[in-house]
């Protein structure tokens, strides 16, 4: 009964998603279009129409648009971020733990980045 608790334990953890902190572009060039773009991967948050609807977490992403935030589409643009999330590991943020705007000077200084766009 003993190992079989620990391996139900082990089984449990070796499925939970760890969090990653990714850092880099947020977009946002249109209505429910979202991803975040770092030194790794574009990572899709949410994109207009997805069968997979809003990532748990969304309301966590302040109205960017207030500050440090480039208009490329009206209200609609980019900025600079770092976020806790969880991903499927190849394309997609699949929970959103934590969020925090930059400066956006921080991503233009990183060559590690593509420009947005």
Known sequence: MKYQMIAAALAIAANAQAAETRCGWIENPTPANWWLEDAENTWTIMTQGDDVGEVEGMELISD???HEFVRTNGNYGYACACMSVETDG????????SFRQ?????CRADKALKFPG
């Open 64 to 66: 960017i648009s207030e």
């Open 90 to 97: 190849k394309e997609r943020i699949t929970k959103i733990l």
């Open 102 to 106: 930059l400066k956006l000077a921080k």
